[in-house]
């Protein structure tokens, strides 16, 4: 199944602000305050505190997977420009080659 570069070249952009988004939101977000003993368990509370953290991390690795799905997309830009130029460098080529046979 053909990857279609064309729509993820497209969506980059809505991708790269997305995922800014979430980054400046989760640090926004004040961490937790622990409730009182009576309201919720140390347990409980050490245990909600490592989810959150877990959140936290979770959506940078999301923002530097998006920004590395930026990179590679300029990237692959770039790649495609050069193999057009190549394209058209050998059909020049080709061209050249015939006419030096014929000419011969």
């Known amino acids: 199944m053909p990857v279609p570069w064309v729509q993820i070249v497209q969506w980059v952009p809505s991708i790269l602000e997305v995922s800014r988004q979430l980054l400046q939101e989760a640090r926004k977000r004040p961490a937790a305050t622990p409730l009182t003993g009576d309201e919720l368990p140390a347990e409980l509370a050490a245990r909600i505190a490592t989810l959150e953290e877990n959140e ?3 959506v940078e690795l999301l923002h530097q997977m998006a920004e590395h ?3 590679m997309t300029h990237a692959l830009t770039a ?3 050069q193999y057009r130029w190549l394209l058209a460098g050998q059909a020049v080529l080709v ?3 015939v006419i030096a046979a014929i000419a011969a």
Do not use: P
């Open 69 to 71: 799905i930026g990179e």
């Open 79 to 81: 790649l495609h420009k």
């Open 95 to 97: 061209v050249v080659v």
């Open 56 to 58: 936290r991390r979770q």
